[in-house]
């Protein structure tokens, strides 16, 4: 079955890095986009970023842009987000979610989050 | 970038009630909205996709609609364990945007 697992959030103060980890597996890794969700503690759902199947495209939200970087790697199941120059307002609950897809007249598209992983959490304060 | 506005911000409603969550956009989406549904400390679950399509397993009492900028979500049938909290989110284009939230709780 599908899982994802994310790891190596914690708290951290202001102004450094963290890296977080997402483990896959039940599924083919390699053909999947995949992205970052974040939810601050009582506020709802923010899309952080993307990275392509292949690692080809990426895409950030605005308040990440810049500091945060996406990346994956297929040979061992993996996807991680490196965040830099930590502020508060980035702590939350960080989830990595797998993009559903479906073939529609020859083209792969796109069919929202279909597996999420159950979420590792991020403090930044000093 | 791409603005949701997603309402009402709170329901409370009875087991068995039909209720309506709405999610309007800033500039049209064909059909690239999908339905989220979350419960207290858990990960969000997809319950509709292309803004009408079920995703698999999900029970037939939910239902989405709309196209370009309007959207709803109907749960026809409200039962114990629909009490949560609901997004919408668009995959049109990026930054995919979410919805505010609703959260249905018990009346």
């Known amino acids: 079955q599908v899982q994802l697992v994310e790891s190596g959030g914690g708290v951290v103060q202001p102004g450094r890095s963290l890296r977080l980890s997402c483990a896959a597996s039940?599924?083919?890794?390699?053909?999947?986009?995949m992205h970052w969700v974040r939810q601050a503690p009582g506020k709802g759902l923010e899309w952080v970023a993307v990275?392509?199947?292949?690692?080809?495209?990426?895409y950030y939200a605005d308040s990440v842009k810049g500091r945060f970087t996406i990346s994956r790697d297929n040979s061992k199941n993996t996807l991680y987000l490196q965040m830099n120059s930590l502020r508060a307002e980035d702590t939350a609950v960080y989830y990595c979610?797998?993009?559903?897809?479906?073939?529609?007249?020859?083209?792969?598209?796109?069919?929202?989050?279909?597996?999420w992983g159950q979420g590792t959490l991020v403090t930044v304060s000093s | 970038v791409i603005w949701m506005t997603q309402s009402p911000s709170l329901l409370s409603a009875s087991t068995g009630d039909r209720v309506i969550i709405s999610c309007r956009m800033s500039?049209?989406?064909?059909?690239?909205l999908a339905w989220y549904q979350q419960k207290p400390g858990k990960a969000p679950e997809l319950l509709i996709y292309?803004?009408?399509t079920l995703q698999s397993g999900v029970p037939s009492r939910f239902s989405g609609s709309g196209s370009g900028t309007d959207f709803t979500l109907t749960i026809s049938c409200l039962q114990s364990e629909d009490f949560a909290t609901y997004y919408c989110?668009?995959?049109?284009?990026?930054?995919?945007?979410f919805g505010q939230g609703t959260k249905v709780e018990i009346k």
């Open positions: 979610a797998r993009e559903a897809i479906t073939m529609v007249r020859g083209v792969i598209m796109p069919r929202g989050l279909d597996y």
């Open positions: 039940g599924f083919t890794f390699s053909s999947y986009g």
């Open positions: 990275i392509w199947y292949d690692g080809s495209n990426k």
């Open positions: 500039q049209g989406i064909s059909s690239y």
């Open positions: 292309a803004a009408s």
């Open positions: 989110q668009q995959y049109y284009s990026f930054p995919r945007t």
